[in-house]
């Protein structure tokens, strides 16, 4: 059974119907996959919602809103050696569980799979796709798509073990860029990852999230990530690129002091990766520029965050 092999974690804060909508969705794929539903301290009767549901939705109750790193505390809930990530606006295609897990068993150092992404009621083909299609790194591994330093993490399948070693998402970054470091670590740990085409998810984006706070959060901690992994000539190049946006638009003064506060944690857990890694993360620079209006992922952010 698929469900051996694989389960699913959902992560929602405040998108009741959303969530709802994703589940109705979800229960189309093969029952024997488990659901976790990772609920960030929602206060708009999520949790009311959730108790309604049936015994195939495990529920993991956060006290507080983690962001992103909710999503370790669904991984570490799972015991399949796979698992597949959704927000409450986004859900796996029934067929497709199966064709990322195949990816996985086909290939055990990787560590990620990033499915095709269709966006809204008339599934156009969000942008992303195509960077990933026309990834610059080699296919080393043979998979049937493209390797990537990076993934979408509301639209992938991941290595349950490589998942963990790598430390998850980092509790820090809250929302925002948090695939970054991920891709980054995993990269650095030998593991590869992969946008497989065939795997399809669909998103229907909600229209609760701010997007300000969002572009501001991604940006801090972008510089944040090119310090706590780059050497010191790329740290100080996203700095002069973060601190002319910043200028641009007039909110200088507030993300350098945003960003301030980060210094110390970002100063200790310093650590600069290997040759071979900043060279990929140069040739990801250089896509990004080429892109500068679609999240590569890795790069920014991906289309497929949670507000």
Known sequence: MIGDKVSLVVLTFNRCAELLRTLSRLADIDASVPIVVVDNASTDGTSDALARLGPRVRVVRLSRNAGAAGRNAGVRACTTPY????????????????????????????????????????????????????????????????ELLGLLAGACMVRRTAFLEAGGYHPRLFLGCEEALLAIDLMTAGWHMAYVPDAVVCHFPSSARDSAARSRITARNALWIAWLRRPAGAAWLATRRWWAESRRNRVAMRNAADALRGLPWVWRERRVVPARVETALQTLDALQAAHPTVSAPGARTSPMGQA
């Open 83 to 146: 698992v597949a990530f959704c927000d409450d606006d986004t859900w796996w295609l029934p067929g497709s569980i199966a064709v990322a897990a195949a990816a996985l068993d086909a290939h055990p150092m990787l560590a990620a799979v990033t499915a095709r992404v269709l966006v809204g009621e008339r599934q156009r083909e969000d942008p992303t796709n195509a960077v990933m299609a026309a990834s610059p790194f080699p296919n080393t591994l043979g998979v049937r798509g493209s």
